[in-house]
């Protein structure tokens, strides 16, 4: 791992350094049935999250693991694709900000809400995950979601989040843009681009994720592809093209 100081003034770099994580197992004797590592980013401040792939490309999970071990490594999500290969979209998981936990700090029992883009309907839509931060291991309280034999469940190095909630967002024979969705934090909206009004008009829509109606209002106009959008800091203005 590399840390380093930054002088925002200038943008100047210094005191760079190299450490040796205390959890310095490879991702794959973490998670030794994937072979592809094909998205991953921060958390937060001590925790990264990956999306990782079986070699067939027909398993796709999501997963976390903490620098500091303050818990156990964590597969959230898995999907799986029996007759052809599961696509990767480019949209990462968006985690819902409960304010429960200002520094995002992770332990068992820990609860994480976030949003995800998924084919499992045979068209792209968004779906609602909650899930409990597990640690079978340590305290046997919660139980896995996938079907692993106790032998496999041993070789593991990692836990599965006990799943609370998952409801799909978006629904249809339409499909949500593998590139265009964001979240407004502050008021709970989830804003998207898609093709609900139109296969060949790309149009921007809204839902709020505390009406359980789930309605989608759409925001531009018809007649126009609006290919390109880009939104302010407080997602109260955007501009398209």
Not at 83 to 98: A, G, R
Not at 139 to 155: A, I, M, Q, R
Not at 217 to 231: D, K, N, Q
Request: glycine share 2%; aromatic share 12%.
């Amino acid at each position: 791992m590399v840390a380093f100081k930054c002088d925002l003034s200038t943008n100047l770099l210094s005191d760079a350094r190299c450490s040796t994580l205390s959890a310095s197992s490879s991702l794959y004797s973490i998670f030794p049935d994937f072979e592809y590592l094909v998205r991953c980013d921060w958390y937060s401040r001590d925790a990264v999250w990956v999306q990782l792939l079986d070699r067939p490309q027909k398993v796709l999970v999501l997963a976390l693991f903490t620098l500091n071990d303050s818990c156990a490594p964590q597969i959230l999500l898995r999907e799986e694709m029996n007759l052809y290969w599961i696509t990767v979209n480019d949209i990462p998981p968006l985690f819902i900000d409960s304010g429960q936990d200002k520094d995002k700090t992770l332990k068992p029992k820990s609860e994480l809400q976030f949003l995800w883009l998924s084919e499992k309907s045979g068209f792209r839509h968004i779906y609602y995950i909650k899930v409990k931060i597990a640690d079978a291991r340590f305290n046997g309280s919660l139980k896995t979601n996938f079907d692993y034999s106790k032998e496999d469940l041993n070789e593991l190095k990692c836990e599965e989040s006990f799943l609370i909630e998952k409801k799909q967002l978006t629904k249809g024979t339409w499909e949500v843009s593998n590139r265009f969705v964001w979240l407004d934090q502050n008021n709970r909206i989830v804003y998207f681009v898609g093709l609900k009004d139109s296969p060949i008009e790309k149009q921007l829509y809204s839902l709020s994720l505390d009406d359980e109606s789930l309605s989608v209002e759409r925001i531009t106009s018809l007649g126009y592809s609006h290919s390109l959008i880009a939104f302010d800091s407080t997602m109260s203005l955007f501009v398209n093209v």
